[in-house]
């Protein structure tokens, strides 16, 4: 006999040890929890959380910020840098900045800054929003680097920074932007803090490695980098560079290209403080990945190193280069981003329905007269096992060609080609199942797989909540938040609520046998079935849009409390967007619509095609809907279809029913 299921399996399953760092587990009711510091003594059971919120009347779908995991990151990484310098004596100090572009929720920086703190941790800007939020946030103790493209009256931010005490490091990207600082410089009469670009030759890994080599858009090239240091110094400025940066690109999965970018970087660094600049930063911009899909693999969505390994890899490499060179050990900068905050908020969406490939809502039992090519069908799938899969495919396909141009030339009925239909997906769904005990699986049965798995209508909008799965396929741990102590039979693909076919989500971090499926669990009727969204901090809520205009989420700030129930508290809950909210910014004005459809039903009033009462009914349900959240109401959803009745064929002929009276011609 079988074993029962239990929660460690899902914990298999699901991978959890591979991405959750251990900040995700399972407790023995089958719920997720989160250990927002990773002490075993703190749980919190997500489940809960979710239970607590919707009784407070917030609806799903909702992103949940775990700010102790914001601080728990901050902290692991700075203590990181601190043991590491000194294991290996190094000489400079470790000085990190969060760049704000990778969240900027004034709530997220706020918790980084208060967790950083000890450190003189500090903030990074690339545009003049963040320059302004980054300059009232940041204290004079820490950096505040301004990367990315200026114009003059950036340039005359960051001088207005350093005036009011504040390190602001201005970082030349190309050398037009050296003139744009002197004189505003000149004319403020205040001396800059400069930090120089360079464009390693060392190229990154994964989807952002165009972010350094020749083609990359920023930095200086090596004649270029030469050509700032002798204009800076020509204009008395070269005592102003202070730090030198790189970047070559976000989620960079492999630790050896890492090592030797910084080896590049670390080279530079020495060449320039050989020509007597005094340059005290080395910044080896963000990069450091997050193991989304939990392989520790070099793979686009994993990483091959931890974040230890980083940043023993760059203390060390550094001093080595510095060693080599008899140059002083400059100051460590990162402006790590997505490792900082992609663990600490998880996207909570229920589903509300299933759609399944073949499903039939009618029955259609084996009749004597049925066609041959049903027959042959059905003995494919009586026939079928784990040894001749890809046989009984090859046959069910074949049969099913043969059933459509026989339908087309009118020698087969509806009813047999329905049947040959509906059994075709059956033998699919039938190997499906037996692919665990397969030895071989062809790519055709693969790519068969696909298209048979359960399409779970999640209440959410790609476009708006995973912009990074629908624009570059980046895969995000799935899975449900409860019933994990039951096995998860369908094999599912996700699909989002917008009427868009690009809205859903095929591709998920797992294993070959499942033809990288989301195991799921069936839906039961009247009970709700979340889903959490894991590693959500990083990059998609502000990178989303509002397609559909499917607008904001809810968004609720869970605080760890051992004296509380539960262990938590809700600090925040920031509303959604409501429908007026999302029209209102493509330009609808409510009161205008509302006037337009007053206009006409006035008019449908005025000729008696519909009563006074019934006028102002409608205009006030038409109203209400502005103030509603844009996701959908599950509770205002059959969640199940029930079967219908068996089809009209096998059904006694019903008595034709009397045919509508003419109207009179008179
Ligand atoms: C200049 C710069 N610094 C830092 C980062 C953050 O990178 P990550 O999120 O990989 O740490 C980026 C992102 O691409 C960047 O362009």
């Known amino acids: 006999m079988a074993?029962?299921?239990?929660?460690?399996?899902?914990?298999?399953?699901?991978?959890?040890?591979?991405?959750?760092?251990?900040?995700?587990?399972?407790?023995?009711?089958?719920?997720?929890?989160?250990?927002?510091?990773?002490?075993?003594?703190?749980?919190?059971?997500?489940?809960?959380?979710?239970?607590?919120?919707?009784?407070?009347?917030?609806k799903l779908p909702v992103l949940f910020r775990f700010q102790d995991i914001l601080h728990h990151r901050v902290k692991l990484l700075n203590e990181s840098f601190r043991k590491a310098i000194e294991d290996h004596k190094y000489k400079g100090r470790y000085f990190g900045v969060y760049p704000i572009k990778v969240n900027q929720l004034c709530e997220v920086v706020e918790e980084i800054l208060d967790a950083g703190a000890p450190y003189q941790y500090g903030l990074e800007a690339g545009s003049k929003g963040e320059l302004l939020a980054v300059l009232a946030m940041n204290g004079p103790e820490s950096l505040t680097i301004l990367n990315g493209y200026k114009d003059e009256s950036m340039m005359r931010l960051a001088l207005l920074g350093v005036k009011l005490g504040k390190k602001v490091i201005v970082v030349i990207e190309k050398p037009s932007e050296i003139g744009l600082l002197l004189k505003a410089s000149k004319e403020m009469?205040?001396?800059?803090?400069?930090?120089?670009?360079?464009?390693?030759?060392?190229?990154?890994?994964?989807?952002w490695k165009y972010s350094?080599?020749?083609?990359?858009?920023f930095g200086l090239s090596s004649p270029e980098l030469l050509g700032a240091v002798a204009t800076l110094a020509a204009a008395g400025m070269g005592d102003c560079v202070k730090l030198l940066h790189f970047h070559i690109?976000?989620?960079?999965?492999?630790?050896?290209?890492?090592?030797?970018?910084?080896?590049?970087?670390?080279?530079?660094?020495?060449?320039?403080?050989k020509k007597k600049f005094d340059i005290e930063y080395?910044?080896?911009?963000?990069?450091?990945?997050?193991?989304?899909?939990?392989?520790?693999?070099?793979?686009?969505?994993?990483?091959?190193?931890?974040?230890?390994?980083?940043?023993?890899?760059?203390?060390?490499?550094?001093?080595?280069?510095?060693?080599?060179?008899?140059?002083?050990?400059?100051?460590?900068?990162?402006?790590?981003?997505?490792?900082?905050?992609?663990?600490?908020?998880?996207?909570?969406?229920?589903?509300?329905?299933?759609?399944?490939?073949?499903?039939?809502?009618?029955?259609?039992?084996?009749?004597?007269?049925?066609a041959e090519v049903v027959t042959e069908m059905r003995i494919t799938l009586q026939e079928l096992n784990p040894k001749n899969l890809a046989e009984s495919y090859h046959d069910a396909v074949q049969r099913r060609e043969e059933a459509f141009s026989m339908f087309k030339l009118g020698y087969l009925e509806l009813e047999d080609k329905a049947k040959v239909e509906n059994l075709f997906w059956l033998i699919c769904r039938e190997i499906d199942k037996h692919l665990p005990k397969a030895k071989y699986i062809s790519e055709d049965i693969l790519d068969m797989i696909k298209t048979v798995r359960a399409q779970y209508l999640c209440n959410f909008s790609v476009f708006q909540s995973l912009p990074d799965s629908w624009a570059i396929g980046q895969l995000f741990p799935i899975m449900p938040l409860h019933r994990l102590q039951e096995e998860p039979t369908q094999r599912s693909a996700l699909v989002d609520i917008?009427?868009?076919?690009?809205?859903?989500?095929?591709?998920?971090?797992?294993?070959?046998?499942?033809?990288?499926a989301l195991p799921l669990h069936p839906l039961r009727n009247n009970e709700p079935y979340y889903l959490g969204f894991f590693l959500m901090g990083a990059y998609q809520a502000t990178m989303g849009d509002i397609h559909n205009l499917f607008g904001r989420l809810n968004e609720v700030h869970v605080f760890e409390d051992a004296d509380e129930p539960g262990g938590y508290y809700l600090e925040?809950?920031?509303?959604?967007?409501?429908?007026?909210?999302?029209?209102?910014?493509?330009?609808?004005?409510?009161?205008?619509?509302?006037?337009?459809?007053?206009?006409?039903?006035?008019?449908?009033?005025?000729?008696?095609?519909?009563?006074?009462?019934?006028?102002?009914?409608?205009?006030?349900?038409?109203?209400?809907?502005?103030?509603?959240?844009?996701?959908?109401?599950?509770?205002?959803?059959?969640?199940?279809?029930?079967?219908?009745?068996?089809?009209?064929?096998?059904?006694?002929?019903?008595?034709?029913?009397?045919?509508?009276?003419?109207?009179?011609?008179?």
């Open 3 to 58: 074993k029962p299921w239990t929660t460690e399996d899902s914990a298999k399953l699901y991978n959890l040890d591979g991405w959750s760092l251990k900040y995700f587990d399972i407790n023995a009711e089958g719920n997720l929890i989160v250990h927002p510091q990773r002490s075993a003594e703190l749980a919190i059971d997500v489940k809960k959380v979710v239970d607590d919120v919707i009784a407070r009347g917030i």
């Open 189 to 207: 009469g205040v001396r800059p803090l400069i930090g120089l670009r360079s464009k390693l030759q060392t190229q990154g890994t994964g989807r």
């Open 572 to 666: 925040e809950v920031v509303q959604g967007q409501t429908v007026k909210d999302v029209l209102t910014s493509v330009q609808y004005l409510d009161a205008e619509l509302i006037k337009m459809m007053k206009d006409q039903i006035d008019v449908l009033v005025k000729a008696g095609t519909i009563k006074p009462r019934e006028g102002v009914e409608l205009l006030d349900q038409y109203e209400a809907v502005m103030g509603h959240y844009t996701y959908i109401d599950r509770n205002a959803m059959r969640v199940i279809e029930e079967p219908l009745p068996a089809a009209e064929k096998d059904k006694p002929a019903a008595a034709p029913t009397a045919a509508p009276t003419p109207p009179n011609p008179a």
């Open 498 to 516: 917008t009427c868009d076919s690009d809205g859903k989500i095929v591709q998920f971090a797992g294993h070959r046998k499942t033809g990288g």
């Open 282 to 370: 080395l910044d080896c911009g963000g990069g450091l990945g997050v193991d989304y899909d939990g392989t520790h693999t070099a793979v686009d969505s994993s990483t091959n190193y931890t974040p230890r390994e980083y940043v023993n890899g760059l203390v060390y490499t550094i001093k080595e280069v510095c060693k080599q060179e008899k140059v002083p050990e400059p100051h460590i900068v990162t402006e790590s981003g997505r490792s900082i905050v992609a663990h600490h908020s998880l996207m909570v969406v229920d589903a509300v329905g299933i759609m399944e490939s073949g499903a039939t809502p009618v029955e259609l039992p084996q009749t004597e007269t049925e």
């Open 249 to 273: 690109g976000s989620q960079v999965s492999d630790i050896q290209v890492i090592k030797d970018a910084v080896k590049e970087g670390a080279r530079v660094y020495a060449k320039l403080r």
């Open 212 to 217: 350094a080599g020749h083609t990359s858009k």
